[in-house]
């Protein structure tokens, strides 16, 4: 099957013949009206959230239809699947950073035609030929105000400090961001964290194992847990921590030595919407568009401009917000991608002893 072409309409194109003054617009926006673009995202706030910032301001631009699907958690193999067998029930879909780079290197993304002249103001760490970043999430940890007397948590180190800072806590059942954590605890210095030094990492958690009154495995559990103040001190991804406190707990986010993520758009090699699709991503990079999620979701936008639209009190609990990205780092994808399995395995064996 061809590709199906789609051009933005300009006022060259517009003034490009006599008859197209008039026909042009009009021709061009019934051609889109036929177009549906299916998006999958990950579903539950995400869905009305992008409605609201993209899909209903794309489709009143364009005239498109923008259908969205609530994806799998880990969209890989799905994705896979759908470039293999030419069967395209996605034209665009959200990832994380592994997730492109497990992508790319089966050679199953589409290039999106987005580049840093075409989007100013987007991190540098947000754009790569085949994906593009829409939102910003970070792991740090929050505590139990109403717990604490004096001196508060800071830092890692803090958090491991059972004499100073005593109470029950959480970390999450799984390596990826609790090795750092660790290593963080131990002192190793932020910009210095990787590679991981894993047998430092265990011989840090080891101290505070005792101590680690829930290991959670959802985003929903880490919200109810702060919550309903089952623990006093827990990591997390910041959203879910914020949610907790937008539901009325007593409770504060410490970004320091947090690390961040991105997830974003990619579109599946071979799709024959994929200059729709194209359009769609990089309309996506609007900061206008990105500041109006953050009244849902408590993600960072990647365009930094977008603050420029955001109300200052809400811009504090954002995650690329100057005042908190400057004091976390990017999260490696690359040494996760190379080491996940066997640091999994270590890691569930480590919590059977």
Request: some cysteine; proline content about 7%.
């Amino acid at each position: 099957m061809s590709k199906q072409k789609f051009f933005p309409v300009t006022r060259r194109t517009v003034l490009a013949g006599t008859g197209a003054i008039l026909a042009t617009p009009a021709i061009l926006r019934h051609a889109r009206a036929s177009v549906t673009l299916t998006v999958a995202d990950p579903g539950g706030p995400f869905s009305p959230a992008f409605r609201k910032a993209f899909y209903g301001p794309f489709e009143e631009l364009t005239g498109m239809t923008i259908a969205n699907v609530a994806r799998e958690a880990e969209p890989t193999a799905q994705f896979k699947s759908i470039v293999e067998t030419g069967t395209f029930i996605w034209d665009v879909c959200t990832l994380t950073l592994s997730a492109r780079k497990i992508l790319e290197t089966q050679d199953l993304l589409e290039p999106t035609g987005v580049e840093a002249a075409d989007a100013p103001g987007m991190i540098s760490e947000a754009l790569f030929p085949n994906f593009v970043g829409t939102d910003v999430y970070s792991t740090i940890f929050a505590f139990r105000s109403d717990k604490m007397s004096g001196e508060e948590p800071k830092s890692w180190s803090d958090f491991w400090n059972v004499e100073a800072f005593p109470g029950r806590r959480a970390l999450r059942k799984n390596p990826i961001d609790t090795l750092e954590q660790a290593l963080l605890a131990d002192g190793v210095p932020l910009e210095e964290l990787y590679p991981l030094d894993v047998d430092r990492a265990f011989a840090s958690l080891d101290k505070i194992k005792p101590h680690i009154a829930v290991w959670w495995t959802g985003g929903a559990q880490s919200t109810q847990l702060l919550q309903s103040g089952e623990v006093d001190m827990l990591s997390g991804w910041n959203a879910r921590l914020q949610a907790a406190i937008d539901g009325g707990a007593p409770a504060q986010l410490v970004w320091n030595q947090g690390l961040y993520s991105i997830e974003g758009w990619g579109i599946p090699k071979g799709n024959p919407k994929a200059d729709a699709a194209r359009e769609f991503v990089k309309f996506c990079t609007r900061p206008e568009q990105q500041a109006l999620y953050t009244s849902e979701l408590s993600y960072g936008p990647t365009n930094q401009k977008a603050y420029d639209s955001i109300d200052a009190e809400r811009a504090k609990v954002l995650p690329t917000a100057p005042a908190n990205i400057s004091q976390m780092r990017l999260a490696s994808e690359d040494w996760w991608s190379e080491n996940r399995a066997e640091m999994s395995e270590r890691f569930n064996a480590w919590l059977l002893i």
